[in-house]
Nanobody
Framework: QVQFVESGGALVQPGGSLRLSCVASGFIFRNHGMTWYRQAPGLEREFIARISSGGGIRNYADSVKGRFIISRDDAKKTVFLQMNNLNALDTAVYYC??????????WGQGTQVTVSS
């Protein structure tokens, strides 16, 4: 079945950087766009970034545009999220998923990012 394993979350100071990874399985990775979402305490899960199959098109939420970069490695079935200039509002659990017309697959465990001094 479709599965995602996210990693790379940590406690980081404001202004710091992190690189998240997500290994996907259960589908033909190279044929699909991939997305990153996040969920902060008490809030709904929100879209962060999307990368098309092949990597030629990338979209970002306004809240992270210019600070976050999504990328992919099809050989490793992995999608990445480089996060720079982090602030407290970026504190959340981060999830990846496949970009499908009929909606996301079952969510993985996510990876916790905490931005605090």
């Amino acid at each position: 079945q479709v599965q995602f394993v996210e990693s790379g979350g940590a406690l980081v100071q404001p202004g710091g950087s992190l690189r998240l990874s997500c290994v996907a399985s259960g589908f033909i990775f190279r044929n699909h766009g991939m997305t990153w979402y996040r969920q902060a305490p008490g809030l709904e899960r929100e879209f962060i970034a999307r990368i098309s199959s092949g990597g030629g098109i990338r979209n970002y939420a306004d809240s992270v545009k210019g600070r976050f970069i999504i990328s992919r490695d099809d050989a490793k079935k992995t999608v990445f999220l480089q996060m720079n200039n982090l602030n407290a509002l970026d504190t959340a659990v981060y999830y990846c998923n496949v970009d499908r017309p009929w909606g996301p697959a079952a969510w993985g465990q996510g990876t916790q990012v905490t931005v605090s001094s």
